[in-house]
């Protein structure tokens, strides 16, 4: 049965069979192909079988939709073909037999197993895809882009405010540090807050900070209201709306 | 903060050639390490030219603030870092280039890379070449390796434990010099006084388990002893590849008399 692979990058994140009913894509929660970004609009495209064809429309989306890089308002799909919504690609794929054997990894890989050996794109496409098909618990969940910011409730800081855009974030008395504190006593570099694909980890420097009150163990994923706390200063960690 | 740093390399007990580099350049603080993917000599010219590249163009970058990126710079990393990101780009494109139309002799090569400044460390790696933090002992794998098992564990199509056994541990997703473009990842993190970094290639880690790394790094003070120490356990565990490490530790930086006294007597 053909069917569709929502793609980001290399990850494929759903795969929709293709049935007698059209598939909406867009960014409401109720488009069956709903893509939680900024750039992709409510309703964004439809793609529905006409005549033994399968036929894609965009619906007047703000940033159009594009297959094999060109933008179209009405095209028909062929097997293989990328269309690409925001940052998003839907690989249609027509041939698609049920889940292969994860037996057909070996193929492509087996002559000299002990040599390194470096996929192609083709390969590595195909590889990957077949491991989606293969593992049941393939589906990752598209990342939110949703920067947090950092409010000093308490203590003296440089600033009021921080949105923490960077991959690290160090809170201290260190020119390095993006949260200057200040103080005669202000820890060096007190904390640090590190972005991961799956969230902001709060982690020790050369004091152990506190989260709600207690001092945290280790790298500790940070959540929507959290209050962390370093000597005197306590900063409130939270999610836009 | 004082940086102790120590390295080693070593063929190992089946191969002929050694298809690894690194270059422990203290001036920048900046720590390479590179394995080499090819028949014949190409893999270590692959290599060699990773290493080279990265350092040359951080170099450059030292002396001209304006040395031009080959990368997009993002804005969620520092200006290290996305000159570190440049540095892996243009490898991968003088490999890719080297490398020219001959298939046959398709080279390659990974990298893992560390550039340090005062507590801040950026780090960039592409392929199975890994980067290992040592903190209040224990120890942290900081990169992911671009292999395709390490790919099959992330989707959960593989444990752990198989991934170790699967015959298919040398394929890698991401390398040097394969493409003309390549993805690499960039991490940024903080450096403590007591960490310790380990930079390896996957020689050791095929070898050596990461408990009886930890317990080495652990139990050896010397960087360049404990470097010395985990290329001897992979070759006492059979060798089967070349073996490199690079050890960096972050010892406490008392600049006083005092300390200077006793660094002295040391």
Redesign the interface.
């Known amino acids: 049965m053909a069917r569709l692979l929502l793609k980001f990058d290399t990850a494929i994140l759903k795969e929709i069979p293709l049935g007698n009913r059209p598939v909406t894509i867009g960014r409401a929660p109720d488009n069956e192909v709903a893509i939680d970004n900024l750039a992709v609009s409510n309703y964004h495209a439809r793609i529905y079988g006409e005549a033994g064809r399968l036929v894609i429309e965009d619906l007047n989306s703000l940033n159009g939709t594009f297959v094999n890089d060109m933008r179209v308002e009405r095209a028909t799909l062929r097997d293989g073909d990328l269309v690409q919504v925001g940052k998003h690609q839907i690989q249609v794929d027509a041939a698609h037999d049920a889940a292969l054997p994860?037996d057909a990894?070996?193929k492509v890989?087996a002559p000299k197993?002990?040599?390194?050996?470096?996929?192609?794109?083709q390969e590595?496409r195909e590889?990957?895809r077949q491991?989606?098909v293969?593992?049941?618990?393939?589906q990752?969940s598209p990342t939110r882009v949703r920067v947090p910011t950092l409010r000093v409730i308490a203590g003296k800081t440089n600033q009021s405010e921080y949105v923490l855009?960077?991959?690290?974030t160090?809170i201290g008395r260190?020119?390095?540090a993006t949260v200057r504190l200040r103080g005669w006593f202000a820890p060096?570099?007190g904390a640090?807050i590190?972005?991961r694909d799956d969230g902001y980890y709060l982690?020790?420097?050369?004091r152990i900070p506190k989260v709600n009150g207690r001092a945290i163990n280790g790298s500790t994923l940070l959540c929507d209201g959290d209050v962390i706390e370093i000597g005197r200063v306590k900063l409130h960690f939270g999610y836009p709306a | 903060m004082r940086i102790e740093v120590g390295g080693n390399t070593h063929v190992g007990r089946v191969r002929q050639n050694n298809e690894d580099a690194f270059q422990i350049e203290r001036s920048l603080n900046l720590y390479v390490l590179s394995?080499g993917?090819g028949?014949e000599e190409q893999g270590e010219v692959a290599s060699a030219l990773a290493v080279d590249t990265v350092v040359r163009h951080c170099l450059e970058s030292e002396n001209h603030r304006a040395a031009p990126l080959f990368v997009e710079p993002r804005?969620?990393?520092?200006e290290r870092?996305n000159r570190l990101m440049s540095a892996v780009t243009l490898a991968n494109r003088k490999i890719f280039e080297a490398a020219g139309s001959q298939t046959e002799h398709?080279m390659?090569a990974t990298i893992v890379a560390v550039w340090l400044?005062?507590?801040?460390l950026s780090l960039v790696h592409v392929g199975d070449s890994r980067a290992y933090l040592l903190r209040g002992g224990s120890l942290e794998q900081l990169t992911s390796d671009h292999s395709?098992v390490a790919?099959?564990v992330r989707?959960?199509?593989l444990t752990p434990q198989e991934a170790e056994t699967s015959?298919?541990q040398?394929?890698?997703?991401?390398?040097l010099g394969?493409?003309d473009r390549v993805e690499a990842d960039?991490?940024?993190?903080?450096l403590?006084?007591g960490d310790t970094l380990l930079l390896c290639s996957d020689g050791l880690t095929r070898m050596v388990t990461d408990p009886e790394i930890a317990s080495t790094l652990l139990t050896i003070e010397s960087a360049q002893l404990a470097a010395e120490h985990l290329v001897e356990l992979a070759n006492d565990y059979g060798g089967h590849d070349n073996v490199t490490v690079i050890v960096i530790r972050a010892l406490s930086g008392s600049t006083g008399l005092f300390g200077r006294l006793r660094r002295w007597g040391k």
């Not at chain 1, 293969?134 to 393939?138: D, I, K, P, V």
């Not at chain 2, 400044?117 to 801040?120: A, D, L, T, Y």
């Not at chain 2, 960039?186 to 903080?190: F, P, Q, R």
């Open positions: 994860v990894w070996r890989a197993v002990d040599e390194t050996m470096v996929l192609d794109t590595r590889m990957l491991a989606a293969a593992g049941e618990r393939a990752i855009s960077g991959k690290l160090v260190s020119e390095m060096r570099v640090q590190h972005k982690g020790v420097g050369d | 394995d993917i028949g804005p969620d990393l520092s870092t398709r390659g400044q005062g507590e801040r395709l790919e099959q989707r959960g199509v015959e298919l040398s394929v890698l997703i991401r390398a394969s493409e960039a991490d940024e993190h903080l403590l006084e």
